[in-house]
């Protein structure tokens, strides 16, 4: 099936309209009619190879939300008409330890990437959700029980949502915790919204003294101008953990001092260039970690999705139509989000 699709043919090309292919389904495929997708920071960085390994045509998007269409025949959990989501893995391996223990992304074998990973499917590697449809094996579809109503702030649960939700669950953040969220965009934000909602002190911490505000409205209950020294330095030794959503090279150092003895930094930003090299002084000192995080499994995904739903939280969005898509690009290497740009493939047509 040929669909419309929004994408890029080199890393210096603007993005734009493209036809691509889908597989019809097969035994064990979802057939998706893509309503929204969020548009991530890793868009921007891959689409403009920013990080190593871009295959192109590029088709971005990796937090998909959308309604089934068709299922293969050896599929029972998922009928036509289903509000479904699909997030930053289409495959792997099924067999692996990791997998086996709900750990997809650190597939053994290597997960599927949503976009830019291998494919048997014509160009010969995977496109995203920047597109009218997708097929997918049922193992990496997710169901969605907010009400269809919330679907465009549900899209980007798929990608900021669970990256921010499992190392929160990993390193078991709960009540009696000081936790700090640093950089408040898409995944900042929903950063924010998940560790208020497990019941712990939040603290974000912004480059954009405009956002404060929102941040307290997000769900922190204090917000941190990381360029103020004072401000900063009245954090010190004080936090359990913080997650650190940057997607730019800084300095790591001014947030390990920020740590409590035994308290960790967990890294998911992946910028374009190396942070500088951590001062071993401030880790050893108070016996303090750097860790670092990828997205989450598909049963943690659902689980989040679930809390979400439960809960009532979706992310706060801009819906834009394709030909605004490298206007938000702009706006987010200048940290201008508030708080998730999400695409409406009506404007694909
Ligand atoms: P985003 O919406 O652009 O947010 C990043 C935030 O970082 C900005 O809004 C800004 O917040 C802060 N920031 C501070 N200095 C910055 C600078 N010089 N340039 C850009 N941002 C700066 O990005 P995102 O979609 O949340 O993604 C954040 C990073 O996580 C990206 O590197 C992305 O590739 C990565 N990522 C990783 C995973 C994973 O599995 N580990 C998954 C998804 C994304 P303030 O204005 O508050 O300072
Ligand atoms: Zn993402």
């Not at 997809?104 to 830019?116: K, L, S």
């Amino acid at each position: 099936m040929t669909v419309m699709a929004y994408g890029a043919y080199a890393a210096d090309t603007p993005l734009e309209s493209m036809q691509i292919m889908r597989r019809a389904p097969d035994p064990h495929d979802v057939a998706i009619a893509i309503v929204y997708c969020g548009i991530c920071h890793s868009d921007l960085h891959t689409v403009r190879g920013e990080w190593e390994g871009t295959l192109f045509p590029c088709v971005p998007g990796h937090e998909i939300v959308g309604r089934v269409t068709a299922v293969g025949s050896n599929v029972t959990t998922f009928e036509v008409g289903d509000l479904v989501g699909v997030g930053c893995m289409v495959d792997s391996c099924q067999s692996c330890p990791s997998c086996a223990e709900g750990l997809e992304q650190y597939c053994e074998a290597g997960m599927v990437p949503t976009y830019n990973g291998p494919s048997a499917d014509a160009p010969g590697h995977t496109l995203g959700g920047y597109a009218q449809a997708i097929t997918v094996n049922e193992n990496f579809v997710l169901k969605i029980r907010h009400g269809e109503e919330h679907l465009a702030a549900v899209a980007p649960l798929l990608c900021a949502g669970i990256t921010t939700w499992s190392p929160l669950r990993h390193w078991n953040i709960g009540p009696g915790m000081k936790v700090g969220i640093v950089g408040i965009g898409g995944l900042g934000h929903m950063g924010v919204k998940l560790a208020h909602a497990l019941g712990v002190e939040v603290v974000a911490f912004t480059t954009s003294a405009d956002k404060c505000d929102a941040a307290l409205a997000l769900g922190a209950d204090q917000v941190v101008v990381s360029r103020n020294a004072d401000e900063m330095a009245a954090q010190a030794d004080s936090f359990d953990f913080i997650l650190n959503t940057v997607a730019a090279s800084h300095d790591l150092d001014a947030y390990t001092a920020l740590l409590k003895r035994d308290g960790t930094m967990t890294l998911v930003g992946v910028p374009e260039h190396a942070h500088p090299t951590p001062a071993v002084f401030n880790l050893v000192s108070r016996r303090r970690s750097i860790a670092g995080s990828m997205i989450g499994g598909i049963a943690e995904t659902q689980e989040m999705l679930d809390f979400c739903a439960d809960q009532g939280i979706t992310a706060d969005i801009e819906l834009i139509r394709a030909d605004e898509i490298e206007a938000a690009f702009e706006r987010m290497r200048k940290g201008d989000v508030k708080y998730r740009f999400v695409l409406d493939t009506a404007s694909l047509a």
